[in-house]
């Protein structure tokens, strides 16, 4: 969300509204205090906002008496500008992630989206050691992430807001309260997804060209229904790096709580039957181990564990988000398989160093614990 109140800018050739000018700060305004907002989508999410023919954009532009524009793209990366009266804007935005959130296929309401600010305002958001964005991830109950790098060719970063939709919405309004109080500073150069280099993607937050991201290659999904279900009959290793550019399997890979990934192995040799399944123990979720090692290198290993079938959303996240983040964390490959004929129960297996492996089931172990699917 970037407020675009500089003078350097330039007007929508269909923004009819005279804006005043502050000279002082760069600041664009009209008399009524209207703002533009600036959003980074993935272009199948633009083309969702667009609609078909273009009538959901327009429905949007009449309800809210708001400037819209998604202007077009040949890269997997479009801008979605929102001009006007900022609650109208906000209101015209709550529609539009309700429009993503369905196609992205998210559980019910909730949804994602990544909004551009000048990096000169970005600290404001972060604040002095991070305690800014500390307290917006509390206050609001979301995931926000501000990236590091700026859009290729830019000023711009990209502020990630992950969660309920109505959250998003107030943490928004939060944030560009506080940044329309700081006018940029230094130039001014909005991101042209023209300027797109997906090697960069991961340092600044964008999309790769298959339309995936750290939420998962969503064209595995497109027809599937809402919620965390839609993942039963994924195939995990669409998600395993090393078979895309950039060496990252052609995803980009979030960096909330770890390194990216860089040791992902091939899938291990066809394991024999399960010889045991998941024990519930104390009322807490326990994953023990079904096979240790298939003979292979002594510095790769692989290891299973099952898990109750409706505990897997709760492991892959939100559009594969917590399970991309324990594959980052562990280093360690991680395959989902679908659930093992005649039971409930599904197989996940671990491939990588007995530390990596290590470092798996903890992340998953905790991943169980905060999905508050499971007593204990």
């Known amino acids: 969300m970037e407020s675009n109140l500089n003078s350097n800018n330039k007007r929508s050739a269909n923004d009819g509204n005279d ?22 989508l993935a272009s199948r999410d633009a083309g969702a906002v667009i609609g078909r023919q273009g009538k959901n954009i327009q429905m949007l532009r009449s309800k809210y008496k708001t400037i819209i524009q998604v202007p077009d793209q040949d890269g997997p990366e479009r801008i979605l500008t929102i001009a006007g009266e900022l609650e109208p804007c906000l209101d015209c935005l709550t529609d539009a992630l309700v429009t993503m959130a369905e196609n992205q296929k998210l559980r019910q ?45 830019s000023t711009d970063r990209v502020i990630l807001c992950r969660g309920e939709q109505r959250a998003i919405l107030n943490c928004l ?26 090697h ?20 595995v999904r497109n027809n599937g229904p809402r919620g965390y279900n839609n993942y039963d009959n994924w195939d995990m290793n669409s998600m395993r790096g090393g078979g895309g550019g950039g060496g990252s399997g052609g995803m980009y890979h979030d960096d909330f709580g770890g390194p990216p990934n860089q040791n992902f192995y091939p899938p291990p040799p066809p394991p024999p039957p399960p010889q045991s399944m998941m024990s519930s123990g104390s009322g807490q979720a326990q994953m023990r181990p079904l096979i240790d090692s298939y003979g292979q290198a002594p510095a790769t290993q ?25 594959r980052q964390q562990s280093g360690a490959s991680i395959k989902i398989d679908d659930p093992l004929p005649g039971t409930n129960d599904r197989i996940i297996t671990i491939v990588g160093t007995p530390n990596q492996i290590s470092q798996a089931q903890h992340l998953l172990q905790t991943a169980v614990r905060q999905s508050g699917l499971y007593p204990g």
């Not at 109080?181 to 991101?191: V, W």
């Not at 299973?304 to 983040?325: D, K, Y």
């Open 109 to 153: 309401d909730a949804s994602e989206l990544r909004a551009l600010v000048h990096t000169s305002q970005a600290g404001a958001v972060i604040g002095k050691g991070g305690e800014r964005v500390k307290e917006l991830r509390a206050q609001h109950g979301l995931e926000v992430k501000v990236f590091t790098e700026t859009c290729p060719n």
């Open 19 to 40: 804006d005043n000018q502050d000279n002082n700060n760069n600041v664009k305004r009209t008399r009524s205090n209207k703002v533009d907002l600036r959003f980074l």
């Open 302 to 326: 692989t290891q299973q564990v099952t898990i109750p079938h409706e505990l897997a959303g709760a492991i892959i996240g939100p559009r594969g988000t917590r399970i991309s983040q324990i």
């Open 200 to 219: 960069q993607i991961q340092g600044y937050g964008g999309f790769a060209h298959d339309d995936s991201s750290v939420y998962g290659d969503r064209r």
């Open 173 to 198: 309004r939060d944030i560009f309260t506080q940044i329309e109080k700081i006018p940029p500073r230094g130039p001014i150069r909005p991101y042209d997804p023209s300027c797109y280099v997906e």
